[in-house]
């Protein structure tokens, strides 16, 4: 079992920067694949963001160039820099840990980009 708690979600302004973490307690970290999505309200979950156990990153094309993701197996914990922040970024952002068949999500932390 993973139990992921998300933090560093809130309201910025568009052009602006925040910096999301999850961080996970339970079975080895380092095994698994990690991942941040998103859902907007009335919107279906979409991926953002992954890396690999190897660190392969891979990004959807509407974040490329703007958002980062990256790991500390030591310390447990996956993060979104996410940059020049727009509008259309607003909605929960959702950590994912994958290994095989399992997957694990957490509950989420509101982003909301607006002036």
């Known amino acids: 079992q993973v139990q992921l708690v998300e933090s560093g979600g809130g309201l910025v302004q568009p052009g602006g920067s925040l910096r999301l973490s999850c961080v996970a307690s339970?079975?080895?970290?380092?095994?698994?694949?990690m991942g941040w999505y998103r859902q907007a309200p009335g919107k279906q979950r979409e991926l953002v963001a992954t890396?690999?156990?190897?660190?392969?990153?891979n990004y959807a094309d509407s974040v490329k160039a703007r958002f980062t993701i990256s790991r500390d197996n030591a310390k447990k914990t996956v993060y979104l820099q996410m940059n020049s922040l727009k509008p259309e970024d607003t909605a929960v952002y959702l950590c994912?840990?994958?290994?095989?068949?399992?997957?694990?999500w957490g509950q989420g932390t509101q982003v909301t980009v607006s002036s």
């Open positions: 339970g079975n080895i970290f380092s095994i698994y694949a």
């Open positions: 890396i690999a156990r190897d660190g392969t990153t």
């Open positions: 994912n840990a994958a290994y095989f068949i399992e997957s694990y």
